[in-house]
């Protein structure tokens, strides 16, 4: 059992950075992949970033790519998302999640926390 907890969200004008945190519960937090999710208003969920198990592996969706990173600090049972140049439609409640597969489908991802809002002003 994983138990996750985002942190980090906020208010930010567009152009803006912020640095979302998710801090996991369990000592086999390295076991397994990281992913980022977010999901706005009427839209479904959506893959934004996903993170190997030592971190040697790093995946994004084309709609962030070269403005996200994700990262993880296995020491700390941490995973993070750096957001940079943040748009309007970066606006979603972004959540972190925990998986055995390397993947970007929701659905192969079995532990998840409660989420955390961003909101990206023009």
């Known amino acids: 059992q994983v138990q996750l907890v985002e942190s980090g969200g906020g208010l930010v004008q567009a152009g803006g950075s912020l640095r979302l945190s998710c801090a996991a519960s369990?000592?086999?937090?390295?076991?397994?992949?990281i992913g980022w999710f977010r999901q706005a208003p009427g839209k479904e969920r959506e893959f934004a970033a996903a993170i190997s198990r030592s971190g040697g592996y790093t995946s994004y969706a084309d709609s962030v790519k070269g403005r996200f990173t994700i990262s993880r600090d296995n020491a700390k049972n941490t995973g993070y998302l750096q957001m940079n140049n943040l748009k309007p439609e970066d606006t979603a409640v972004y959540y972190c999640?925990?998986?055995?597969?390397?993947?970007?489908?929701?659905?192969?991802?079995?532990?998840w926390g409660q989420g955390t809002q961003v909101t990206v002003s023009s």
């Open positions: 369990a000592r086999t937090f390295s076991t397994y992949t």
């Open positions: 999640a925990a998986s055995l597969s390397y993947s970007s489908y929701p659905n192969q991802y079995h532990y």
